[in-house]
């Protein structure tokens, strides 16, 4: 079982950064793929960005330019570096792991972005 911690939220005015932190139980170097889901109110969750254990990464239309996921594999974490927010960004992040056949999520962080 992965346990997943996520940190580094916050409240942020409209152009700002925040870099959010995911910290796995288990070495990140043996899962998979990690990423980082957000999910607004009202809205389904959907994927922000992504990164596979070689390192390739794909980020979704809306965050590309903007947003970076990284991975130090030797803390068992993954970053998500996010610049120029925008208040459309407003949402709880989660991360999220494939392990051994199975999928794991954090708690999740409230990133809140005013304009």
């Known amino acids: 079982q992965v346990q997943l911690v996520e940190s580094g939220g916050g409240l942020v005015q409209a152009g700002g950064s925040l870099r959010l932190s995911c910290t796995a139980s288990v070495r990140i170097f043996s899962i998979n793929a990690m990423g980082w889901y957000r999910q607004a109110p009202g809205k389904q969750r959907e994927l922000v960005a992504i990164i596979t254990s070689i390192g390739d990464t794909n980020y979704a239309d809306s965050v590309k330019g903007r947003f970076t996921i990284s991975r130090d594999n030797a803390k068992n974490t993954v970053y998500l570096q996010m610049n120029s927010l925008k208040p459309e960004d407003t949402a709880v992040y989660f991360c999220?792991?494939?392990?051994?056949?199975?999928?794991?999520w954090g708690q999740g962080t409230q990133v809140t972005v005013s304009s």
């Open positions: 999220n792991a494939g392990y051994r056949g199975y999928v794991y």
